[in-house]
């Protein structure tokens, strides 16, 4: 006779919640005995099909079940999906519980403290009435934008990606040589609108979590927040800490680029929410501005991350980033700028580079703490004459996730 | 009893030679009218099926026969391929004259006068040896890259493109720490390479003109022209001459996507040529340098060049542009700088402006006077105090075309 193991072991995802369990038990029932409540309108008879789950180890269960069968797609059978009434759990095991099937919501904290800052975004509008062609002026479409730029708001040296430098001839034609043109950083011409429509300046703050991704849409006249949106880092489907992520990498690089463009997808889908909120349009933001831990910030810029997790720990880039959004594929104005905050250290990302900016520790005069609990905790020590920071795992339990 | 026209034009490209032929006669008699030397190896039987042509215009020739139908692959057919001895004209016609269809091969000339210059590239190559990372030397890698850089060679503000810092972790490591930097114009990284490569730094020049595209590849170590390639223009399907590619576009914008293409397609295979005779790698090239009449600056480029047609005929930009060879395709190292002249005015291009600095008329004590001879000719009258140019239409013949 074959002895069964007399217990094993299953881990809830994204909550990080495990439990050991007899084989033999249903993963509903696991779920009870964890806390977590899977939505089960039929009472765990297979035929609400509303407990469905993803088994990311499916050799912990036993087979496909007729009513998983009938009441599954085959494109949710191929991405895991179970009913969590209908598998049984026969060895270890992780189980992925998507927002859908839950009784309970999770809790996320999106609101902090609030401090006043000076507005004084790197983006900037400047309508223009163009001088129009003529025998007598023949000067070339970009020299008469430019020129024009700089008689009335005295801008010199701007350059213009050549995508956008395509479009102008048209562009500048078709609205009667009445535009808005929108500048970074005094230097760089991301965006050629007709008429005025100075009115309409939006950036986006992404703070990318291990577990969740928030968004905060801002009108950079006045700086007032107008939309907020948070989902879930969907990243997690290849583990709920930075290690196990990384570890993916590491075992297999081709999954880089898929767990890249999950937080691409994720951010674009806060973005679309945000506009949504606020009834805008995604091309009125014209920069973006991101944080996440150093392995968030390489996974987000889709640089293999493997060598943080190796001795000595480095990071590829400490610096600040910039990027053209559409290199990124962020939806937002295709050369609007996408500024990633610089990290500090392999464990001490730019998210608290964020919170050194927004807590203004560095401009005080006593020594402060500055404490960011999330999943991992970043606390910085100091004032205006020095800083220090460090960091560990807390746990999804600190980012209110429970 | 229905009259036939008593003559109908026929136009072999891309020479630009016309004649006004009975209806009835084929097309390899035509050709023989105008003095255009087509394969028949057969004497004109359908049996070789050397005389192919390209019919711009189908419905001035009589339909495909039999033996067209056999020798003609089905592709040829789609692409308006005849042959020669088989087609017959019953009315205006535009014919296209492929190379390989040729008895007399049309010459170029490639060779010019020499001038001593001085050779000072915008891309430079730097070998460093870094030190790997350790506990004690946390830099993170494009730290420790760009401050070997500054050490060694005062190198400072370096930029990278992102797609390049993406493969910086693991270039460096494999390279054990010992790679070549490329850079260009001492501010952007464009190359990072393993071991020692300085002894490997090429560019190349490009002259588009509308009826060829002439590539002279450069050894930026000491300025020899190692090799040059030519072809034929490939846009003189959409008409010999630069009014009837504009045309073109005017009447459908979507042909702008194909005429641009073409000259790119074109430009890689001068690349690959002139790499296979000097025996180097298209990587090795690391900044191209494009010059061409207005509109073919602007085909290039992909901008519309409608508004060089139409009164005043201003073009979009004047000004010289760099942009990344990914972003325009072309097959050189992907993040090397494609440089392109600027223009003067609509019908005064960047060619026009390669004239000026080769001859270094901006540098004369006496009055000179240069000429360009090409389907478009350019002059330009002057000395150091003031230069005077303008251009008109010489034809084809002019350009060593017959």
Redesign the interface.
């Known amino acids: 006779m074959r002895k069964l193991p007399r217990k094993v072991q299953i881990v809830f995802e994204p909550d990080g919640l495990r439990s050991n369990v007899n084989p033999g038990v249903t993963i509903l029932e696991a779920a009870k005995i964890c806390g977590i409540k899977i939505r089960s309108e039929c009472g765990g008879h297979g035929f609400c099909g509303k407990c469905k789950v993803i088994a990311k180890t499916p050799e912990g269960l036993t087979s496909l079940s007729e009513r998983e069968k009938e009441l599954l797609s085959n494109q949710e059978i191929k991405k895991g999906y179970r009913l969590a009434c209908q598998a049984y759990i026969k060895g270890n095991t992780v189980i992925y519980v998507p927002e859908e099937s839950r009784i309970t919501k999770r809790k996320t904290l999106i609101e902090g403290v609030m401090q006043e800052v000076e507005i004084s975004p790197l983006v900037e509008k400047f309508y223009i009435i163009i001088p129009k062609?003529?025998?007598q002026?023949?000067?070339?479409?970009?020299?008469?934008m430019t020129e024009s730029l700089k008689d009335i708001y005295n801008l010199e040296g701007l350059e213009i990606p050549?995508e956008l430098?395509?479009t102008?001839?048209?562009k500048l034609?078709d609205a009667d040589w009445k535009v808005t043109a929108t500048i970074w950083n005094r230097k760089r011409i991301i965006s050629v609108e007709p008429g005025n429509t100075t009115q309409k300046l939006y950036g986006i703050a992404i703070d990318i979590g291990t577990s969740k991704i928030i968004g905060y849409l801002v009108n950079l006249l006045g700086g007032k927040v107008v939309a907020t949106h948070f989902i879930e880092n969907p990243q997690i489907i290849y583990g709920e800490d930075i290690i196990s992520r990384i570890s993916h990498v590491m075992k297999n690089p081709q999954t880089l680029e898929e767990i890249h463009s999950l937080a691409i997808k994720a951010i674009n889908e806060i973005i679309l929410k945000c506009c949504e909120k606020a009834g805008i349009e995604q091309t009125d933001i014209y920069e973006a501005v991101v944080v996440g831990n150093t392995a968030m910030h390489h996974f987000f810029?889709?640089?293999?991350p493997?060598?943080l997790a190796l001795?000595?720990?480095?990071?590829?880039?400490?610096?600040s980033?910039n990027?053209e959004a559409r290199?990124?594929k962020i939806n937002i104005c295709p050369h609007g700028n996408v500024h990633v905050l610089p990290?500090i250290?392999?464990f001490v990302g730019a998210d608290a580079v964020g919170d050194i900016l927004a807590t203004k520790i560095f401009e005080a005069e006593k020594i402060c703490l500055t404490i960011d609990i999330g999943t991992n905790t970043e606390i910085v020590l100091g004032n205006k004459d020095e800083l220090f920071t460090t960091s560990c795992a807390s746990g999804p339990a600190f980012e209110g996730m429970h």
Chains 1, 2 share one sequence.
Not at 137 to 144: E, V
Not at 301 to 304: A, C, T, Y
């Open positions: 062609p003529s025998l002026d023949l000067r070339t479409d970009f020299d008469r050549l430098l395509k102008l001839p048209l034609r810029l889709n640089i293999n493997k060598y001795s000595p720990y480095v990071p590829a880039i400490g610096n980033v990027v290199e990124l990290v250290a392999d």
